[in-house]
Every structure is written in C-alpha cells, then in structure tokens.
C-alpha cells in the first residue's frame, strides 16, 4: 500500500511541475506581446494633451462650447499641445548635437 501512494505522490508532482512550467510559459510569452519601445504616446506632455482634450470634450457637452468652462479646457489644451511641441523641439536638437559631437 506504501509503494502505491508513493507512486501516486510522485505523479502528483509531476503533474504540478508540468502545469506549473505550461502555466509559467503562457505567462511570459502572453506578456512579451505587451513589450514596446518608449513611444511619444506615452510621454507625460501627450498625456497631458489628451487629458485636456478629454476635459474640453466633456464641458463642452455638459456646458455648451462657449461655455466659461469649455473655453477654460480649450485654453489649457493648447498650452499643454505648445509645451509638448516645445519639449519636442528641444528633444530633436539635443540629439543632433549628440550625434553630431559623438559621431
């Protein structure tokens, strides 16, 4: 009777390891579909453009679009599409004069 669980014990964890690595495998190939280089659209500024995009769409249906509020989201929009345009600029000649002394 011994013989027959310790069988059975055995089984039982070679079950759990076969599941365990099917489990642990499924999990990392489904995640490394996520994996991406850093893109704009994940910068803070672009976020900040949606987000005020967002709030101007939303006073504008709840208020009207002239609205004191819709106008006040509209503003913050463009300050926040001038500031990312600004990081951008700044961004691109700071790579030229990278490339451009260490190449």
């Known amino acids: 009777m011994k ?3 310790s069988r059975h014990g055995k089984r039982w964890v070679g079950t759990l390891a076969l599941a365990t690595a099917v489990f ?4 990392l190939f489904a995640d490394a579909s996520n994996a991406k280089a850093a ?3 994940d910068h803070s500024r672009d976020r900040q453009v949606r987000y005020t995009e967002w709030r101007a769409h939303e006073a504008a249906e709840r208020f009207g679009y002239n609205s004191r509020e819709a106008r006040h989201w509209r ?3 463009h300050e926040a599409r001038e500031r990312e345009k600004h990081f951008r600029h700044e961004y691109r000649e700071r790579q030229e004069r990278y490339y451009r ?3």
């Open 39 to 41: 893109d704009w659209d």
């Open 24 to 27: 642990g495998g499924f999990m």
């Open 101 to 103: 002394d260490h190449h």
């Open 3 to 5: 013989n027959a669980q």
């Open 75 to 77: 503003h913050e929009n």
